[in-house]
């Protein structure tokens, strides 16, 4: 068969393009080897910029329809009692705009909502339990059980995760970076009354409570690496223990967990391919970077090369324009973007990886110094927004170090607005006669 692109991975980002191609009219395939809800955690926090996104889509109802608003993450810092120690907190609210709250959503939820809307469209054709195994001269071959077929595209895009065969077929390889530690994670039923996001922590524990929609919450318990197996042979009551200590409030409902088999283990790595277009082929999302999940970026990644690239692919076609040297412009636009969430999040994992007290007394300054300075606190919530992105000054790291005396006077809406990425910025091909 043939088609305008092609695209392997029908995971978030690969639908999230699928969508905004088709919708467009441009002609899609689109393979997915997996099949039906899937049990493995995958990311179900959506920033702001994704939810913008959506907005775009016409899914954005549907998906505030399905979700738990999260407006404010509460940052506790517990003493070697583990009695409440400080706190301090991280308020989206601080974004001007319509798009300033953070939404938890079931993954499959957001994938059949996501789904549902490009299936409308008579030119998405979409394979489940269908893997690409390689692509060459203009052609993907496809096994779909004991078939296999080719499909020939003017663009083949990857958008299958960390074992990319798009990203083999463009020779480029990555190097993972580990971690000290793990995380387990399960959801259960929360209390009623917790609303927004939770992270405890002391100088040798740390949890994260995102509260879900129906009464549920997503938890993530750090651990060090390699202990699952030994904490697995511990009773059930060990698990409970583990959260109730850090978390009163959420003893008797971490409890309704009986047995081990629904908590899995989450193995964080990094990496950042160091191109992502080659020819007519293009990575996005865990096919092109991969970042620690300390701040939920991933998801939101993928959901944002899905937007660049899809406004620079139907452009081309409408232009014309259909020369695969057009693709820079997608590489141009995400890859500085990509590389300073990454090394955000990578950083936010290092303050919280090392079981020393001074790591932990640190932490919690740079949190409440944050806090307290208006104009670090809307560059840290502007950052993980994806809405913008404004680097620390040297300035800002002084005062973060208690250097320097915190600012108080907040930033005006307008100041703020012009921080805020705009549509020049996100697509300049259009005002720049690029194509």
Same mark, same amino acid.
């Given at each position: 068969?043939?088609?305008?692109?092609?695209?392997?991975?029908?995971?978030?980002?690969?639908?999230?393009?699928?969508?905004?191609l088709v919708s467009s009219g441009i002609n899609v395939v689109m393979v997915e080897k997996l099949t039906g809800n899937q049990p493995i955690y995958k990311g179900e926090?959506?920033?702001?910029?994704?939810?913008?996104?959506?907005?775009?889509? /016409?899914?954005?109802?549907?998906?505030?329809?399905?979700?738990?608003?999260?407006?404010?993450?509460?940052?506790?810092?517990?003493?070697?009692?583990?009695?409440?120690?400080?706190?301090?907190?991280?308020?989206?609210?601080?974004?001007?705009? *319509?798009?300033?709250?953070?939404?938890?959503? /079931?993954? =499959?939820?957001?994938?059949?909502?996501?789904?549902?809307?490009?299936?409308?469209?008579?030119?998405?054709?979409?394979?489940?339990?269908?893997?690409?195994?390689?692509?060459?001269?203009?052609?993907?071959?496809?096994?779909?059980?004991?078939?296999?077929?080719?499909?020939?595209?003017?663009?083949?895009?990857?958008?299958?995760?960390?074992?990319?065969?798009?990203?083999?077929?463009?020779?480029? *390889?990555?190097?993972?970076?580990?971690?000290?530690?793990?995380?387990?994670?399960?959801?259960?039923?929360?209390?009623?009354?917790?609303?927004?996001?939770?992270?405890?922590?002391?100088?040798?524990?740390?949890?994260?409570?995102?509260?879900?929609?129906?009464?549920?919450?997503?938890?993530?318990y750090l651990i060090p690496a390699g202990d699952f197996k030994k904490i697995k042979e511990k009773p059930i009551a060990h698990f409970h223990k583990l959260y109730t200590?850090?978390?009163?409030?959420?003893?008797?409902?971490?409890?309704?967990?009986?047995?081990?088999?629904?908590?899995?283990?989450?193995? $964080?790595?990094?990496?950042?391919?160091? @191109?992502?277009?080659?020819?007519?082929?293009?990575?996005?999302?865990?096919?092109?970077?991969?970042?620690? $999940?300390?701040?939920? =970026?991933?998801?939101?990644?993928?959901?944002?090369?899905?937007?660049?690239?899809?406004?620079?692919?139907?452009?081309?076609?409408?232009?014309? @324009?259909? /020369?695969?040297?057009?693709?820079?412009?997608?590489?141009?636009?995400?890859?500085?973007?990509?590389?300073?969430?990454?090394?955000?999040?990578?950083?936010?994992?290092?303050?919280?990886?090392?079981?020393?007290?001074?790591? @932990?007394?640190?932490?919690?300054?740079?949190?409440? #110094?944050?806090? =307290?300075? $208006?104009?670090?606190?809307?560059?840290?919530?502007?950052?993980?927004?994806?809405?913008?992105?404004?680097?620390?000054?040297?300035?800002? #790291?002084?005062?973060?170090?208690?250097?320097?005396?915190t600012r108080k006077k907040d930033l005006s809406v307008a100041k703020k607005e012009m921080k805020l990425f705009s549509a020049e910025d996100d697509y300049p091909w259009?005002?720049?006669?690029?194509?």
């Open positions: 068969m043939k088609t305008d692109v092609f695209i392997t991975g029908g995971g978030i980002g690969g639908l999230t393009l699928a969508l905004k926090l959506l920033q702001p910029k994704s939810m913008q996104i959506f907005d775009g889509l /016409h899914v954005y109802n549907q998906v505030t329809s399905n979700a738990q608003i999260i407006e404010v993450l509460d940052l506790i810092e517990l003493s070697k009692t583990l009695k409440v120690k400080d706190q301090s907190f991280m308020d989206y609210t601080v974004i001007p705009g *319509k798009y300033n709250a953070a939404y938890m959503i /079931h993954h =499959e939820k957001l994938k059949t909502i996501i789904f549902k809307q490009a299936e409308k469209y008579p030119n998405f054709r979409y394979y489940n339990e269908a893997t690409c195994k390689v692509i060459e001269n203009n052609t993907a071959i496809v096994q779909q059980g004991n078939e296999k077929f080719q499909v020939e595209a003017a663009f083949f895009i990857g958008a299958e995760g960390r074992a990319s065969v798009t990203r083999k077929a463009m020779g480029i *390889k990555v190097d993972p970076i580990k971690y000290n530690h793990h995380f387990i994670t399960v959801t259960f039923p929360r209390p009623s009354d917790l609303v927004g996001g939770q992270i405890f922590s002391s100088y040798n524990r740390f949890l994260g409570l995102f509260p879900l929609p129906d009464n549920q919450v997503r938890s993530v200590d850090l978390a009163p409030s959420i003893d008797g409902y971490v409890q309704q967990l009986t047995d081990w088999s629904k908590i899995q283990l989450m193995i $964080p790595i990094m990496y950042h391919a160091n @191109s992502y277009v080659q020819g007519n082929k293009v990575i996005i999302g865990d096919a092109a970077h991969a970042v620690h $999940p300390m701040a939920g =970026e991933g998801m939101n990644m993928a959901i944002q090369d899905a937007d660049i690239l899809g406004e620079l692919l139907v452009d081309m076609y409408k232009s014309s @324009s259909l /020369h695969p040297d057009n693709l820079e412009q997608f590489e141009y636009v995400r890859k500085e973007r990509a590389d300073y969430l990454i090394q955000l999040s990578h950083l936010s994992a290092l303050a919280y990886s090392f079981p020393f007290q001074p790591v @932990s007394w640190i932490r919690s300054k740079t949190f409440e #110094r944050m806090e =307290e300075d $208006p104009v670090l606190h809307f560059k840290q919530m502007l950052n993980v927004s994806g809405l913008g992105m404004w680097k620390e000054s040297v300035r800002d #790291r002084f005062i973060q170090g208690g250097m320097m005396p259009k005002w720049k006669g690029l194509l």
